[in-house]
Structures are given as C-alpha cells and as structure tokens.
C-alpha cells in the first residue's frame, strides 16, 4: 500500500523599481522536511529590464514541488503525541516495541522488529516507543516489562508478548493479524 505525499510552498510576486536592486544572493535558503517529503529550496530568478519609460525589476520566486511515495519498510518511532494518529489510528496490523536505551534484551530484540517491518512491508506497519520518554504510553497498555511487544489492529490492542523472544514467536503471533 503505497502513500504518496505532495507539498507546494512559495509564492511569486513582480515589483517594479527605477534605483534598487536585490542582489540574488540576499535570500535564505532552507530544507524543510514533513512527513518524509522534502521541500527543496525555492528559486530565485532575477531578471532586469530597461526600456525608455522605466526600469522594470521582475523577481519570481518559484517553489519546487517534491512527491515521495513509499511503502513502509522501516520501524517508526512514535511518542506520546504522535500514538493516537500513528498506531491506534493504523489501517493495518501494527506491532510496537516499547523499550528502553539501557535494556540489554531491547537491543536484542531490536533488529528482529526491524526485519519484520521489512519482510511485512504493505501488511503490517512497525512501531517502537522508548518508555523513559513517554512512560505515559507504556503505563495505559500495563507495561511492567520491556521489552514487550504489542499486537493491534483496528486501533485495538490484540496480543501481547514480553522479553527478548525468538523472530519465529513474533511472526506467529503477527500472522494471526494480517490479512
């Protein structure tokens, strides 16, 4: 399931001066970056004209549209803010690591989740959350533990499973849910 994401930003605009000039490199260029699409910088084109009744100064700038479509293949790390509309808001199966920077096992565990986004990509979307900077996530679902690893679908929480278990345990329990 592919998602594509377009973005347009800037703005044109013509003035007309008989002394001034603005240099082209007096503008500031910046690389935004929203939801994994990629504004590019705007471009700036000056151009100068002299006629006998007047001197004319057009300055356009001209924004460049960039598309990005992707399938997600990668696991997503979600807060406390971005939960609702990432995991609980899924329209597919979606499999959350809660773990934590200093947990032995969750480094275990890690890369695991990391192939299953991969080999599930287009059916299931893979999240992790760390539990020391939103310990408020991790205290509505119960965990105690870390890591666990939660199954949902359709917003709801499935299944459960705790500690750094085998990838088959974790793709046996995910099969259950996707489609």
Known sequence: MAMERCFQ???SFTSRATTTLIP???HRRRFTSIDNALIKPSTVALTVTTSS????????????IVCKSSVNDQVEVVTDCTWTELVVAADLPA???????????CRMIA???DELAKEYSG??????????DCPSVA????????PTVLFFKNGEKKESVIGAVPKSTLIATLEKYVD
Do not use: H
Request: glycine letters at 6%; proline letters at 6%; charged letters at 20%.
């Open 123 to 132: 059916r299931a979307v893979c999240f992790k959350i760390n539990t020391d």
């Open 24 to 26: 082209a490199n007096t």
């Open 53 to 64: 009744s007047f001197s004319k100064l057009r300055c356009s700038i001209r924004s460049r």
């Open 139 to 146: 205290s509505q679902y119960g965990i105690r533990s870390i």
């Open 95 to 105: 499999v959350v690591e809660f773990w934590a920077p200093w947990c032995g096992p």
């Open 111 to 113: 890369p695991v989740v």
């Open 9 to 11: 930003m800037g703005s």
